[in-house]
Each structure stands twice: as structure tokens, then as C-alpha cells.
């Protein structure tokens, strides 16, 4: 494992998305999420004290020829900062990968290790920040330091990268200047992010806002499993994946 990174650097399209993942976990390019997410991993959560926590950024996961990408905040500190995998092991990730597997997309409903055997059918999820920030809350100087991993991402996935779901305001605004420096043309003005928002980039895939998938937003009730279907099998179909329609009930087995 590379490790000792000064900082991110734009990795070319060739050197692929298992080097860039590595890169990825090696980062120590913000000194106050290095030692959070490091600090967490050390005194742990009672619940999961037996745990080895992860205690690293968070690369993305999924396949690498993906025509839908899924692009969260951040890792959660006793999420995927324990489990090493994104959405893997809180709350939100349950909304997701739920939801994932309801419209077809993902081969178990279920999201509690990296080892727990879930494959995503066409489907990368990843973040604009990679390491979990304290009270969930990136600085705008976070974001922007951890910007050119995304467009590194987003090189590598163009050949097949068809349509993206943003899940929240701060993903958005994280988005949408990585699209840009990734070599795609964002619309001016901007476009603002709002729950079902969708825009269709110049040449470039379709993006798709979402409500965040976080407690607060599901608890409440402001996203609904049935609201976040709907996005994800719109977004799925813009992407020509096969999904399952609403009352479906079936699912594919690979």
C-alpha cells in the first residue's frame, strides 16, 4: 500500500482505477481529517470495539466499466472509515444499498463489510471526499484538496460513464467544477441542486440530483426508499441499465 502521499495528483486514464484507489488510501493531504479519522479508529465506538477499523481514506467501489456512478459527501466515521468501503456499515449506506437492490442494481440489499460478498451491477459509488470528516462536515478547503481524486475518477470512468446520481448539495457543488476540470462543459450559470434536478452535460453524462441519504433527510421523511427508487431507476435506465420497475419483484442473479 502506498502510503505518505504529500497530496492528490491526476492520475492518467491509463494507469487505471485500481492504481488511482490505491493512491487513494495512501492520501494525507488534510491534516484535520487525517487525525480524525485516525483518532476514531483508535478509541473506536463501543459497538464495534472488536472491530480493526480502516482509519484511511475511502477509494470508491464498483466496477470500473460502470455506466452509473452514485457520488455521496464522505465517508462516515464509523461507517466506511471502520469498514473500508463506501456506504458500508452506517445508515445511510442501508438506505442506499437497499434501494440499490430494489431496483436491481446490486446483489444483496445489505451493506456490513467489505468481505460480505455485494457486487454492484453497473454501478460505482464514490465521494468527493474521501476521509470522514468530523460531524460530517468537510471545509469547502477539504473538498476543493480532495477535488483532483474525483477528476481522476471521472477520466477513467468517461469511456462508459453515461449518467451520474449527486446525492446532496454538497456533492453538487462538489460535482460540478470536477466535471468541468475533467474535461466536460458544465451549463452557465451553474445549475442549482434540487431533489429530481436532472442535466445533461455537453458530450458527457446525464446528472441526476438526489436528496442525501443521510438520518436526518430518511428520518424525517424529506427522502422517501420510494423517491430514491424513482431517481435511481431513472438515472439507471439514462445509464441503459436494466432495471426493476416498481412492484417488479424480481431480481437478477449473476
Same mark, same amino acid.
Given at each position: 500500500?502506498?502510503?505518505?502521499?504529500?497530496?492528490?495528483?491526476?492520475?492518467?486514464?491509463?494507469?487505471?482505477?485500481?492504481?488511482?484507489?490505491?493512491?487513494?488510501?495512501?492520501?494525507?493531504?488534510?491534516?484535520?481529517?487525517?487525525?480524525?479519522?485516525?483518532?476514531?479508529?483508535?478509541?473506536?465506538?463501543?459497538?464495534?470495539?472488536?472491530?480493526?477499523?480502516?482509519?484511511?481514506?475511502?477509494?470508491?467501489?464498483?466496477?470500473?466499466?460502470?455506466?452509473?456512478?452514485?457520488?455521496?459527501?464522505?465517508?462516515?466515521?464509523?461507517?466506511?472509515?471502520?469498514?473500508?468501503?463506501?456506504?458500508?456499515?452506517?445508515?445511510?449506506?442501508?438506505?442506499?444499498?437497499?434501494?440499490?437492490?430494489?431496483?436491481?442494481?446490486?446483489?444483496?440489499?445489505?451493506?456490513?463489510?467489505?468481505?460480505?460478498?455485494?457486487?454492484?451491477?453497473?454501478?460505482?459509488?464514490?465521494?468527493?471526499?474521501?476521509?470522514?470528516?468530523?460531524?460530517?462536515?468537510?471545509?469547502?478547503?477539504?473538498?476543493?484538496?480532495?477535488?483532483?481524486?474525483?477528476?481522476?475518477?471521472?477520466?477513467?470512468?468517461?469511456?462508459?460513464?453515461?449518467?451520474?446520481?449527486?446525492?446532496?448539495?454538497?456533492?453538487?457543488?462538489?460535482?460540478?467544477?470536477?466535471?468541468?476540470?475533467?474535461?466536460?462543459?458544465?451549463?452557465?450559470?451553474?445549475?442549482?441542486?434540487?431533489? @429530481?434536478?436532472?442535466?445533461?452535460?455537453?458530450?458527457?453524462?446525464?446528472?441526476?440530483?438526489?436528496?442525501?441519504?443521510?438520518?436526518?433527510?430518511?428520518?424525517?421523511?424529506?427522502?422517501?426508499?420510494?423517491?430514491?427508487?424513482?431517481?435511481?431507476?431513472?438515472?439507471?435506465?439514462?445509464? @441503459?441499465?436494466?432495471?426493476?420497475?416498481?412492484?417488479?419483484?424480481?431480481?437478477?442473479?449473476?
Amino acid at each position: 500500500m502506498i502510503r505518505g502521499t504529500a497530496g492528490p495528483t491526476v492520475v492518467g486514464m491509463d494507469s487505471g482505477l485500481a492504481e488511482l484507489d490505491e493512491r487513494i488510501t495512501g492520501c494525507r493531504a488534510c491534516p484535520r481529517l487525517v487525525e480524525w479519522r485516525e483518532e476514531v479508529a483508535r478509541t473506536k465506538r463501543a459497538a464495534f470495539a472488536d472491530w480493526t477499523y480502516w482509519g484511511r481514506p475511502v477509494p470508491g467501489f464498483g466496477p470500473a466499466d460502470a455506466p452509473l456512478l452514485i457520488l455521496g459527501l464522505a465517508p462516515a466515521a464509523h461507517g466506511g472509515n471502520r469498514t473500508g468501503r463506501m456506504f458500508t456499515g452506517d445508515r445511510s449506506g442501508d438506505v442506499l444499498y437497499a434501494a440499490l437492490y430494489d431496483v436491481g442494481l446490486a446483489s444483496r440489499p445489505t451493506a456490513v463489510s467489505a468481505d460480505d460478498g455485494l457486487e454492484l451491477y453497473g454501478v460505482r459509488v464514490t465521494s468527493p471526499v474521501h476521509c470522514a470528516p468530523p460531524a460530517n462536515k468537510p471545509t469547502p478547503g477539504e473538498r476543493d484538496t480532495c477535488r483532483s481524486w474525483l477528476v481522476s475518477e471521472l477520466r477513467l470512468l468517461r469511456p462508459t460513464l453515461r449518467a451520474v446520481v449527486v446525492l446532496g448539495g454538497f456533492g453538487w457543488q462538489a460535482a460540478l467544477p470536477a466535471f468541468a476540470e475533467a474535461g466536460w462543459t458544465v451549463p452557465r450559470p451553474r445549475p442549482v441542486f434540487g431533489h @429530481g434536478t436532472r442535466v445533461a452535460l455537453d458530450g458527457g453524462p446525464d446528472l441526476f440530483g438526489c436528496f442525501h441519504v443521510s438520518q436526518r433527510n430518511t428520518f424525517t421523511g424529506r427522502l422517501t426508499p420510494e423517491m430514491l427508487r424513482d431517481v435511481l431507476r431513472t438515472a439507471g435506465r439514462a445509464a @441503459g441499465l436494466p432495471v426493476v420497475d416498481e412492484g417488479g419483484g424480481t431480481h437478477r442473479h449473476r
